[in-house]
């Protein structure tokens, strides 16, 4: 007889909770660690009754455009921690119920102005195939092209049970594209039927791969080029592409043909009966060009789509300031911010309510123990206590939320220290009286110091937990390096560099060999200079050309940068390798090649998404004095360079000293994945969710495991598969301050 998982075993014969797995569950999780959601899908407890009437409006809006096929505009107003991001997550959530609509969030975006619809285009697909490169068959896309296909089978088929060649399948395909345009009154663009066209050819690949019967290439190829990415002549041709006339690849060549591409996957939405969402987020950080890209991109898009509600979200002076100024062109304006939608300040009772839903949720799985039930029965807030509620709202009429998770979150944090020190029965005994803990005495920048840490921390695992939200993306990279460079110029005495910017080629049409050109001054005083191109790409010619850019400079740069993602190396054909060859002759100190993993591209996003976040007045820390204060840019930036996080990055560290990074300590040997998976499963079969710190210490407390085991070894392999099995959809992870938090995955 076959041996039960542990996983199994712990659903079929679900032992009791007992008082000091409870005890253990307060000490090591915290369910107020999050107080902002940069991605909606983090959200794992929401409250209908807050900002309820915003909530029927939006969805209003986003059943409006597809009703009505029109595309609709919505600005979403509402100061700094007012809940606008908790709202979308809502929204989301509304949106993947029973696949209503396609719901894409756009945050923290760095791309030059020229570059900022095909980087949305970019994003939308990666979003649509989960960044994947294979298996498609698991993504968005395939789904929605699957239901498109039965549905043009079952209309025109005399028989759809009967086998049908690809030529026949795809004849049924155009009849239901024009039928449906035809229908909605829509003129059909002389690009349209290419985009269709690739559209199905990644559909056929992706459905014979799933059979064993295609090796993907194809099906690769199409989302590249959907994407706005460059082909080479051989993967053009087996798309039934055509190359411009002395052009050896293929490339949507303009916005106009970007726009076509989006319009395109609306249209399959429409066809399957969803809306199609865009949210932009802390739009107000984008710079003035940026922001006038965005708006005329958009308006475009809202004037041609049948089913689009495009919702921008942001601090309203910010952007009516960017109005005044005519930076969004009026006509834009009216198109984007056809609608508002504005949230205000919630009362003391829907803050109450708050709480009381993230303490339920919490302690689900311990109400069969009396002494839990009695104290939840007899104050909703234990172990916060509601009398802690009122000392904190002191009267008001209305608080912001995320005031309210901060206080919380605080709260908690001195019970779970109480208890560690008092022990189990006697901080149950004592809970309710005991009064606000005396602060550590820290400095001001030495919280601030830990605050922007923590966020920085939780935006990379953020991003490895869902890699498609960064894609990989040569200008949205080159973008993050430049902005925190400009950060550097002049800032500390011991950075070597003076000045960074975007070189010009020789001519108005040429291309530069470099995307950035930095200055730096030795310690000699001598001044070098250290050229960055950033090339990321699976297009052979694309890359040759870029390295032939270099080869060919006359007056080269000192150092010479070549910047790739990990996720996407640079492969060189027989013309690009010769190139790189020659390049490489010149010595590791002349010309390097550096692929950045998508940890390291997560760490720049975050040093610049946490940055954008106080600009946006979301990021407060709360002080002993002076309670939660917002932090400003300035004291982001000071932060970065007090905590030498710009030199920490091993890019960044090339063009800011003199010095390599330390040598990194050898490996810790892994633990047995396998094993931490069952128990994980075994885990999370007992208790809806739990954080890292507290898994990492029930495995090391197991009797059969030697107590010498380290914890900090045994968390970081417990987080590493716990976010393989987020990936894998087996689980769902969420960041905290200094943890990941794992919930059941509905269905699993």
Known sequence: MATASLSTVATENKPAMTLDDFFDHLRYSNPFEQDRISDPSEADVDVTTIHDKEYRELVEFAERSKRERRGVGVVLWGEAGIGKSHLLARFSRWAEEDRRACYVFLHNIHVHAERLPRYILKSV????????????????????????MNEAIRRYSDDPQVHRSQYEWLTYFEKLLNDHLRQGRRRRDPDDATIYRVLFEFFVSAMLAAHGRDNEHTAAAAIRWLSGEPLDEAEAVRLGLKTEQGQSLAVLQDNRQ????????????????????????????????????????????LDHATNLLVVTSGVELELIEYKKQGFIPSSS??????????LYLISPVQARQLLEARIEKFFESFMTLP???????????????????????????????????????????DQANRLREQGGEAWLEEWAEAAPRVEELRSTEQIVDRCVEEKIHEQIRRRELDPSALPPDASNLCGLVEALLKQCEGARDDYTLVNVARPQGRTKTAMPAYDLLAQERTPRGRTVSTGLTFIITESKNSIAAALRRIDEDASPPDHVLVVCDDRQPMQCAKAGQEYLDRLQRRGPDRF??????????????????????????????????????????????ASHHRQDRYRSHPLLRELLCEEPLPPLAPPEPKLDAAEFREFIRSQLALTMGLSSVELAQKYCARADRDASMPFEAVKARLEEVAQAMHLEELINVSPTSNSLYLLNRPGR
């Not at 195939?129 to 699957?146: A, C, D, K, Q, V």
């Not at 726009?259 to 399957?272: G, K, N, P, T, W």
């Not at 304006?333 to 504005?342: N, P, S, T, Y």
């Not at 998404?609 to 917002?630: F, H, I, K």
């Open 125 to 148: 697909v990666s979003r649509l195939t989960s960044g994947r490169r294979h298996e498609f068959r698991r993504t968005r896309l395939y789904g929605l092209m699957y239901r498109v």
């Open 258 to 301: 970007v726009e076509r591409v989006l319009i395109a996957l609306m249209e399959l939405c429409r066809l399957d009966d969803q809306s199609f969402i865009v949210v932009f987020d802390q739009v107000e950080n984008l710079d003035s060009d940026e922001i006038s890209a965005l708006s005329r991109f958009c308006h475009s898009l």
């Open 333 to 342: 304006w009216d198109r984007i911010a056809q609608h508002e939608v504005m």
């Open 371 to 413: 002494e839990v039930k009695e104290r939840l029965t007899t104050d909703t807030l234990f172990p916060l206590g509601q009398d802690w509620l009122t000392e904190q709202i002191d009267n008001a009429i209305a608080v912001k939320p995320r005031h309210v998770i901060s206080w919380a979150r605080k709260r908690w944090r």
């Open 592 to 637: 390097r090649v550096i692929n950045l993993t998508l940890t390291q591209y997560a760490e720049l996003d975050a040093l610049e998404s946490v940055l954008g976040e106080s600009r946006s007045g979301d990021l407060e820390v709360m002080l002993p004095r002076d309670g939660n204060r917002r932090l400003t840019p300035e004291e982001v930036i």
